[in-house]
């Protein structure tokens, strides 16, 4: 089993910018990516972006360069750099992790509760 709890979200305005961390506990050597998706109210759930164990990254086409996915295996986290914050930003985001051989994508796996972000002056 794998606990994931975020933290990092908050109020911003926009163009500022937000560092989202997420720190995984339970059986993290099982774990073969990680990631975040968000959720707007009255939205999809959407992915932000990824990370696997191989390296291997994929965003969101909404990013257009803005946000970067890191890992910090040792101290089994991931974080997430956000920076020219958008109000279509504003969501909450979920960190996720999956222990599949290929990342999916649409969610599955593992999930913290999320961390709310607004962006808003």
């Known amino acids: 089993q794998v606990q994931l709890v975020e933290s990092g979200g908050g109020l911003v305005q926009p163009g500022g910018s937000l560092r989202l961390s997420c720190a995984a506990s339970?059986?993290?050597?099982?774990?073969?990516?990680m990631g975040w998706f968000r959720q707007a109210p009255g939205k999809r759930r959407e992915l932000v972006a990824s990370?696997?164990?191989?390296?291997?990254?994929n965003y969101g086409l909404f990013v257009k360069g803005r946000f970067t996915i890191s890992r910090d295996h040792a101290k089994n986290s991931v974080f997430l750099q956000m920076n020219s914050l958008k109000p279509e930003d504003t969501a909450v985001y979920y960190c996720?992790?999956?222990?599949?051989?290929?990342?999916?994508?649409?969610?599955?796996?593992?999930w913290g509760n999320g961390t709310l972000v607004t962006v808003s002056s």
């Open positions: 990370l696997t164990n191989y390296g291997s990254t």
């Open positions: 339970g059986n993290t050597g099982s774990i073969y990516g």
């Open positions: 996720n992790a999956q222990e599949g051989r290929t990342y999916y994508s649409g969610g599955g796996g593992y």
